[in-house]
């Protein structure tokens, strides 16, 4: 299948600024007063050394400027519309869990929403995520049917997670959670705890 890189790059941007903007929303109360905020320095350049993410962040971005100092992040948080590296969603602290998760089943919804940037791009080129590249050329090689079907899946698990999230009446489904990330263990178990 020929691999228009562009169509990708828009689809992988559409859903990370839903992501982006639901997560934002939820954690600013959190973020806004956090004498430990943390995104680092290496999160940041991953972006810069990053081709499929450089493209993500050129498309919706433009308006961010990289600092040598401070990455991507400005005076109100990260500049990045999207493009941001996956990890950077990944983490979610004791502090929001404690708030946001109040039972096993709104922290695995919580957990899913912070790793579908990671699952949309996992074995997207040969074994290695979309992110880790750093050729342009390899980004031809995307296997574009795996990564289009896990982009679906994604969408509708973040759907779902931030529909149950929010209130709205749905009926949370575990196993759509569970293709995403594993449930948690227990309700203290934390990414970067
Ligand atoms: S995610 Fe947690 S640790 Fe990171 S800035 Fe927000 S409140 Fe602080
Ligand atoms: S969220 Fe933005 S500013 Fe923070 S580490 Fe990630 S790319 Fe850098």
């Known amino acids: 299948m020929k691999v228009d890189i562009n ?6 941007g559409q859903l990370e600024k839903r992501v982006r903007q639901w997560t934002e929303n939820v954690c600013r109360p959190y973020c806004s007063v956090c004498r ?4 680092r320095d290496h999160f940041c350049s991953e972006v810069r050394q990053s081709v499929f993410l450089s493209r993500v962040a050129n498309q919706f971005s433009a308006q961010a400027v990289f600092d040598p100092a401070h ?3 400005g005076q109100t948080g990260c500049t990045l519309v999207a493009g941001r590296p996956p990890v950077c969603y990944e983490f979610v602290c004791r502090a929001i869990v404690d708030g946001v998760a109040g039972d096993s089943l709104r922290h695995h919804a919580l957990l899913v929403v912070s790793m579908v940037m990671t699952y949309v791009g996992k074995k997207a080129i040969g ?3 979309v992110v880790e590249v750093t050729r342009s050329a390899d980004l031809k090689r995307i296997n574009v049917k795996r990564f289009l079907s896990r982009l679906d899946q994604a969408e509708a698990a973040f759907d779902l997670a931030a529909d149950f999230l929010d209130g709205r009446q749905v009926s949370a489904r575990s196993d759509l ?8 263990r ?3 178990t934390f990414y970067g705890d």
């Open 7 to 12: 169509r990708l790059v828009q689809r992988y």
């Open 186 to 188: 227990t309700k203290k």
């Open 127 to 129: 074994g290695r995520h």
């Open 71 to 73: 990455g991507w992040l």
């Open 36 to 39: 430990h905020v943390c995104c």
């Open 177 to 184: 959670f569970s293709s995403i990330v594993s449930e948690p």
